[in-house]
């Protein structure tokens, strides 16, 4: 009984010192705070001030909150720097290779050009030629022009009795084998 009764005893004066100081303080203090708080005192920031160790651990201060905020926003924007520069660098390889294909299509322009300028000039020689043949043609005898003309390649034929007119190609055509006049009289008007 005695160890029950120093158990109670150590028990009730647990319940006491809680009772009677510990819970009237933590009223008193909370009591404290609310009154101070609506005459306008912050308490937080008189404990960041003061360096209170207990309370200045337990309340971040407003310069840590903006590092925090800082250090975020600058991984943020360090991130987005990285994520730019290789969108960046895959437009710089994306450009320089559509130069390589705008260099390469100019010059296949260029060479069709000159390709383009080296037919127009032999044609333009071809007609010239043909120009003369058919001078030639014109101031030569119908009967004699009419041999020179049957041997020639069709083609070229054509082109020449086309630039003779009508008169003189009548009477070179008269002359000349039936068949192939007729030949060369049809392929003058298919044309």
């Known amino acids: 009984m005695s160890v029950k009764n120093t158990e109670k005893q ?10 009677v100081i510990v819970i009237p ?7 404290l705070f609310v009154v101070l708080n609506i005459a306008g005192v912050n308490l937080f920031d008189m404990a960041e001030k003061h360096n209170i160790p207990v309370v200045s651990a337990l309340v971040q201060s407003d310069e840590d909150k903006e590092k925090e905020n800082t250090q975020d926003q600058l991984s943020e924007l360090q991130a987005t720097i990285k994520d730019k520069d290789a969108n960046i660098e895959q437009l710089q390889v994306d450009n320089k290779s559509k130069d390589e294909k705008i260099s390469k299509l100019q010059q296949t322009i260029s060479d069709l050009t000159n390709q383009l300028n080296q037919q127009e000039e032999q044609q333009q020689n071809q007609t010239e030629q043909i120009k003369e043949v058919s001078t030639t043609f014109e101031e030569m005898d119908p009967e004699s022009a009419a041999p020179v003309v049957e041997n020639m390649e069709q083609d070229v034929a054509l082109k020449v009795l086309a630039e003779i007119p ?6 070179i ?9 007729a030949n060369l009289t049809s392929e003058l008007l298919n044309q």
């Open 166 to 171: 009508s008169e003189q190609r009548g009477a």
């Open 25 to 31: 303080a933590i009223f008193a203090v909370t009591i």
């Open 10 to 19: 150590k028990a009730s004066k647990f319940q006491w010192f809680l009772f």
């Open 173 to 181: 055509l008269s002359a000349m084998n039936p068949e192939l006049a």
